[in-house]
């Protein structure tokens, strides 16, 4: 069953913790990319990888880190340093490494920080 | 700076009516146009995608959208809206084949049966 796995779909941190989301996919997609969803403000940006051991960081960063040393995986560290962190959190992928051609999406984790 | 604009943010409409979502853009030049949906408890996915030729663009489920280039628009339509169309829809933008996708804010669509 090909697709993009995300986990956990819930997710609960303490204030001052570090916690990592895991993105998982076997569509042998070249890319992937890390989105924060909130209320009312679209979908955006924060990192994203075109191939194994390279990324890049989009609109909102800070706070946020990635690795990408398997195609398959593009998981996202969440640390301390980022301000408000609760929020939903999608992982997408494309088949080539230019995001212009359609995007598959994971169904989502959704954190909060108690 | 660049944009994406959907200019209605929770739309509320009975079966069977007809639906326009807006959708206006900010860039110059040539751009490729999105609409994404997201279902109740579903993940993300394309309705429909222009990159270039005939400016009208149908997609799943009934949905069509049209780009006119000289509005810098991409409005969604459906003649006849159903239950099942509840969802978040989001319009998006991307400039050329080496830029990221632009998000618009999305609009919740609220069909009432």
């Known amino acids: 069953d090909g697709g993009i796995t995300q986990s956990p779909k819930y997710l609960f941190r303490k204030e001052g913790q570090n916690v990592t989301l895991s993105c998982e996919q076997n569509?042998?997609?070249?890319?992937m990319y890390w989105y924060r969803q909130d209320p009312g403000q679209g979908l955006r940006l924060i990192y994203y990888?075109?191939?194994?051991?390279?990324?890049q960081k989009g609109d909102i960063a800070e706070g946020y880190s990635v690795s990408r040393e398997k195609k398959e995986s593009f998981p996202l560290t969440v640390t301390s340093a980022q301000k408000n962190p609760t929020a939903f959190y999608l992982c997408?992928?494309?088949?080539?490494?230019?995001?212009?051609?359609?995007?598959?999406f994971g169904q989502g984790t959704r954190l909060t920080v108690v | 700076a660049q944009s994406v604009s959907q200019h209605n943010h929770h739309v509320i409409l009975s079966e069977a009516a007809s639906l326009e979502l807006g959708c206006n853009y900010s860039?110059?030049?040539?751009?490729?146009l999105f609409w994404y949906v997201q279902y109740p408890g579903q993940h993300l996915q394309l309705l429909l995608k222009?990159?270039?030729?005939?400016?009208l663009v149908k997609g799943i489920k009934g949905f069509e959208a049209e780009f006119i280039k000289s509005k810098f628009s991409f409005n969604l339509r459906k003649p006849s809206v159903q239950w099942s169309d509840t969802a978040e829809y989001f319009c998006?933008?991307?400039?050329?084949?080496?830029?990221?996708?632009?998000f618009g804010k999305g609009t919740r669509l609220h069909i009432l049966p």
């Open positions: 997408a992928t494309t088949l080539g490494q230019i995001m212009n051609t359609e995007a598959f």
């Open positions: 569509l042998n997609h070249d890319a």
């Open positions: 990888s075109q191939i194994v051991n390279d990324f």
């Open positions: 860039y110059g030049g040539t751009v490729n």
């Open positions: 222009y990159f270039s030729g005939d400016p």
């Open positions: 998006a933008v991307s400039r050329n084949r080496d830029d990221k996708i632009i």
